[in-house]
């Protein structure tokens, strides 16, 4: 016996000896792939020697002789830092992330090979100005250098038992391409889902559900809308009509573009639906305290460490003198994507417009290979995608081509469909943003935006005159013959893009009378402009609302008064939810029943007014209003997804504008027969949430907000190796905020940074940022940065001083 415990000891100790020498060679291995903060390197291709002074947060100042050294500097900084982020981005644009991870990847690859990004980003860099070029060539100069002079790999690497390919210049275009992934709708899926709504329901019926319409619409520019207004009984009766009998389609019969892309959506490559949004306004000299305009910016996208943003500040001269351009990077391209220049400052939201489009395919009858175009038949362009398959036998994917776009999956009819995307197009995808930093007044700025070839934006603008000033920041298509609401054949030619608008033809908003632009993902514009910019499914415009009221009681406005509507987390979009609930609940509803008593008390005594963390009353009214909406849409579901199983649980582009139509106007033909009234389905939809929240034993009151909203902030390789999720990981906790107000928060999405500046006044602006600027977990700035940005703690937009200085020099 003491010999056995003698060896298990010896066991043990060897174990323990052989876990602490795995730790200890793996933090050694982390410091070995830290970047170099201080001393100097010899960097070739520069001009001069250039500079990187890094703050106490890590945020670095790069200066050089001259804007392509910067770039240089900016992509050893880039690479140093960030490298394997950059990877991922440009291995989800170019369908490669299976040469990493395996088969788990190959549906995310085979989505993004659809689209040959790989192919088109030559085509974008032989089409971009000789300026641009050079300054991606030092830039992928610069990456590469980087990421040699480290003494290891990053440790992602370690890890996946991988090393990391050189950068190119096609891959700084695929960065840019994963940000159409992130903020468009790649396959047009809302026209599929557009045309299964208009084959299962009548016309009316159809657009009602259809609608972003609301109550809430907050246009910039023309009129206020009228919410959706449902359809009389002679439309559509649901007393009547025959009742709905669920089918499972064939396989290849489900509109494949409807299905979410989970291991994207799993790594945090992709943002959730709620995350593609952001708030922007800017407020006018004349209204703030100081004369000066202040722009404020926070961009909504999925949370994940690192920060998709990287913090800099970058400086150099040349013959229009010194330039100083300051604000967040996006690793992976040399240019400065929100920020000021002291001249202009600029900020972003996504427009929620429509950027892509469903063509009808017209096959040739007798010949699948040829289908018809303006100019005759002609065969399919047919391309054999190679995908590398970790550890497995590798894949291929056929991709037929049309002179509109790539051929898509069949929808449920076997019709087949091209995609027509902006991104697909040099035009569509340029380098353009760049001179932006350039940019001295307004007009030169609208007219930057204009051309840039990016995700569609609201691009919202301050001078350091104190003038203000909107416009739609990428190229938007001249759309002829039809509206790009539902798919089209354009095989006779009546129907088409033809070209791009030019920036004489766009919507610009200059000095509004009241002072202030706010943008919030919402409907901007009405009319002619609209019509141009189509609808890719608006968000309804309560969170626009709330911040423009709050905006327009202000008379002499600063930057204290600007972070406290970035932080505003009142409910009022759920104020009369909150009222229905309670009318539905009265006395006889909750007489001798003891979970809708509960859930009234919770309503009237626990409710804040805000998406508060302590409030279970906020989470039972958010819960209340979604459960609702299943409810009440589930017949119309229950329909759709008898020709298409996939199909989402809301049948159109928005929720709120609907829904509230029909609990309010309650007409009895578009109740769901199950229920004898609409106060019948209100206590169905309380009864529910009730029962959902309470099937643990847990008390309903214990069932806060913040319990659910937890913050879950992860590096996408800790999703899948958990032990380690506690090194990488932001910590975890409750968070205030959701979705229909300004501060928005989810668990996984958010905002990914806030800031507001005033052009020349820079030195007074705030900034902050989830997680850090580092993507090494030993490095101080790996979360340093975490802790302000979840308390609302301004930190100044300007890098601090220099606490380490690396001085590049030329060979």
């Not at 001259?66 to 900084?77: E, H, I, K």
């Not at 609301?214 to 023309?222: E, F, K, Q, V």
């Not at 009742?243 to 790594?267: C, K, Y």
Request: with cysteine; glycine share 8%.
């Amino acid at each position: 016996m003491r010999r056995t415990l003698r060896a298990l000891g010896w066991l043990f100790f060897v174990l323990v000896l052989a876990i602490l020498g795995t730790a200890g060679w793996a933090w050694i291995q982390l410091g070995r792939s830290l970047p170099q903060l201080d001393g100097t390197h010899v960097l070739t291709g520069l001009s001069a020697a250039a500079t990187v002074e890094r703050d106490a947060l890590g945020i670095p100042t790069v200066r050089g002789a001259a804007r392509v050294d910067v770039a240089r500097a900016l992509g050893f900084v880039h690479a140093q830092d960030r490298f394997f982020q950059m990877d991922l981005s440009r291995r989800r644009a170019a369908g490669e992330l299976s040469e990493l991870f395996g088969r788990t990847a190959i549906a995310t690859d085979q989505g993004a090979r659809l689209h040959r990004f790989r192919h088109r980003a030559s085509a974008v860099l032989a089409a971009a100005h000789p300026d641009d070029q050079t300054v991606i060539d030092a830039y992928v100069d610069g990456v590469n250098a980087g990421l040699q002079a480290l003494s290891a790999a990053p440790f992602e690497y370690l890890l996946l038992g991988k090393t990391p390919a050189p950068w190119t210049r096609e891959d700084s275009i695929l960065v840019v391409a994963s940000m159409f992934f992130s903020l468009q709708d790649a396959t047009a899926s809302g026209e599929a889902r557009a045309a299964v709504l208009r084959d299962v329901f009548p016309a009316g019926l159809a657009e009602f559900l259809d609608s972003t319409g609301s109550d809430w619409d907050t246009p910039m520019l023309g009129a206020i809308l009228p919410p959706p207004a449902p359809p009389d009984a002679t439309v559509f009766d649901l007393r009547t009509a025959p009742a709905a009998v669920p089918q499972t389609p064939a396989a290849g019969d489900q509109l494949a573009a409807t299905e979410p892309d989970t291991f994207a959506l799993a790594m945090g490559l992709t943002p959730p639906d709620e995350a593609r949004g952001s708030n922007n306004w800017v407020v006018a000299g004349s209204r703030t305290a100081d004369g000066h305009a202040l722009l404020s910016n926070d961009m909504h996208l999925g949370l994940s460490v690192p920060n998709i943003w990287y913090r800099a500040s970058l400086a150099w001269s040349d013959d229009r003198g010194a330039h100083q351009v300051t604000g967040v990077t996006l690793p992976g391209t040399p240019s400065m994507i929100v920020g000021s220049n002291g001249h202009v400052a600029w900020g972003f939201t996504n427009t929620t417009a429509d950027w892509s489009d469903r063509v009808l395919i017209e096959p040739v009858e007798g010949d699948p290979s040829r289908y018809i175009t303006p100019d005759g038949s002609r065969p399919f362009d047919v391309t054999r995608e190679h995908i590398v398959v970790n550890d497995e036998e590798d894949q291929w994917l056929e991709v037929r081509e049309t002179i509109w776009g790539p051929v898509t999956a069949p929808d449920h009819a076997g019709r087949l469909f091209a995609i027509a995307w902006v991104a697909h197009d040099p035009q569509g995808l340029n380098l353009g943003l760049a001179r932006m930093e350039y940019a001295e007044t307004l007009e030169e700025a609208m007219d930057v935006a204009n051309q840039a070839g990016i995700p569609g934006q609201n691009c919202v603008l301050a001078d350091r005159d104190g003038r203000i000033a909107w416009t739609i920041a990428g190229r938007i298509p001249r759309r002829v013959g039809f509206s790009g609401q539902v798919p089209v054949s354009w095989a006779d030619g009546s129907r088409r893009w033809d070209g791009w608008y030019e920036p004489a033809d766009y919507p610009r908003i200059v000095d509004p009378p009241d002072g202030v632009i706010v943008t919030a993902n919402n409907r901007i514009v009405s009319g002619t402009y609209l019509a141009m910019l189509g609808d890719g499914g608006y968000d309804p415009g309560a969170r626009a609302r709330q911040i423009l009221d709050s905006l327009l009681v202000l008379e002499h406005a600063t930057a204290v008064d600007m972070l406290a509507v970035q932080l505003d987390d009142r409910a009022l979009l759920m104020e009369r939810w909150r009222t229905l609930a309670l009318k539905a609940l009265d006395p006889v509803a909750t007489n001798a029943d003891a979970g809708r008593a509960e859930f009234r008390r919770l309503l009237l005594d626990d409710w804040t007014g805000h998406a508060s963390i302590d409030s279970a009353g906020f989470r039972l009214v958010r819960q209340f209003r979604l459960k609702t909406a299943e409810l009440t849409f589930a017949p119309f579901v229950a329909r759709l997804r008898t020709v298409d199983a996939s199909y989402p649980s809301t049948p159109g582009r928005s929720l709120e504008g609907t829904v509230w139509a029909l609990v309010t106007g309650q007409p009895p033909h578009l109740l769901d027969p199950a229920y004898a009234d609409w106060n019948a389905l209100l206590l169905d939809a309380i009864d529910q949430t009730v029962a959902g929240l309470t099937r643990d034993g847990q008390a309903l009151a214990d069932r806060t907000w913040g319990e659910a909203n937890t913050l879950m902030i992860r590096h996408p390789l800790s999703r899948a190796i958990a032990f380690i999720s506690r090194w990488l990981d932001m910590p975890r906790g409750p968070a205030p905020g959701d979705s229909h107000m300004p501060r928005v928060q989810t668990p996984t999405s958010g905002a990914s940074e806030r800031l507001t500046v005033s052009p020349g006044h820079e030195s007074e602006a705030y900034f902050h940022m989830a997680t850090g600027q580092s993507g090494n977990p030993r490095s101080p700035h790996y979360r340093d940065g975490h802790t302000a940005w979840l308390r609302g703690d301004p930190t100044p937009f300007m890098p601090g001083p220099a606490v380490g200085t690396l001085v590049l020099q030329p060979r």
